[in-house]
Every structure is written in structure tokens, then in C-alpha cells.
């Protein structure tokens, strides 16, 4: 996740950074910086193209490298579990692979991924039975299959505090899954 501050000392010029393990990196738009204990190890100045493209590279290999999930991961076995995308994607055909309290990773059915690029907002709704949830999330992987979402409820904690019926949802999609998986009949009517 990137962080905007003022920098002390920099005549308050407003500096973006993130952290990938021990590593801080930070740019003021002009120079990008790794530091590790607050003491800077590089520092790289280059022209705006050559930073945007070194910074989305960071980005890639954060999202990619680095498992952010906080919540168990649930295949999806439910044919009755609906997901909707808001706005100009609604008419879509999605099928949800897995979903946790954190997030969802979608497959699209036509085979074609909607033109959304990691970090796009997007609105996310889910319905089971007789419980339905609406959530924005936060486009964080994009496969030849689909996109991974993390819903906003999680990007900014260390726990995720999902809406409750969207709670209630994941509950009853891990009882079907381990049900299958058992071969027992765990799911209340």
C-alpha cells in the first residue's frame, strides 16, 4: 500500500512510499529511494518515464511475490453463490473461484478479462441464499483467467472487519466446501 506524507526537511514536497519486507521505498516523483532502518541504501534519480516504469515494476513483484491474505482462501462449490461487478462491468459473466473474509479471485466465462489494471477501484457484490453483500475492493493480481480483489474492509487493517451478512456468506461457503470435501451433510437448510 502506498503512503503520501510531507518529508521533514524537503520544504514539505509530498512523498509516496510503501514497504516490501524490511525495505522502504519512496519517491517524491523526481528520485526514488530504498532505505532499511531509516538510513537510505539508494537513491536513483531518474526521468518521470524511467520512474513510472520502475515503480510499476515494484508494484508487480510486491502483488506477485508477496502473499497479503489474511483470511482462509475458500474454493467456491456453490452454484448458488452470485457475484455482480458494479458500473460498466455488470454485465459480465463471472465465475468466483475462491473467496476469503480479505477478498475474491474471479474468472471471467467469455474468457476475456475486463480492461482493469492492478489498483483500480471496483465494486463487488455477492449474494447467497438469502444473504447479499456490497463491497468496494482493489484490483491486486490480473492472470490470463482473472482478476484478484481485495475488498476495502481488509486493505486497511491487520484484520478484516467484512460486513456481516458477507460474513455469513463465507461461513456458509466454507461449510459446503468442507461438506464436499467430506462427503457429509454440514449445510443447515
Known sequence: MWFDRAQPGDGGRRVSSFEIGDVVIATDGESLTLSRDGEPVVNLRLDSAGLAELLDFLRSVRVTRFNRRRGFRVPIVSDDFKVRLGGELAHLDIKPRDVSLS??????????????????????????????????GIVRRRTDEGLGVEFSHAADSEAPTPPADFSRIVMRLEREWLSNRLGNDLIDP
Open 103 to 136: 477478498g475474491i479471485f474471479l474468472e471471467f466465462e467469455s474468457g476475456t478479462v475486463p480492461p482493469l489494471e492492478m489498483g483500480d477501484d471496483i465494486e463487488v457484490s455477492v449474494a447467497l441464499s438469502k444473504f447479499a453483500s456490497t463491497m468496494q
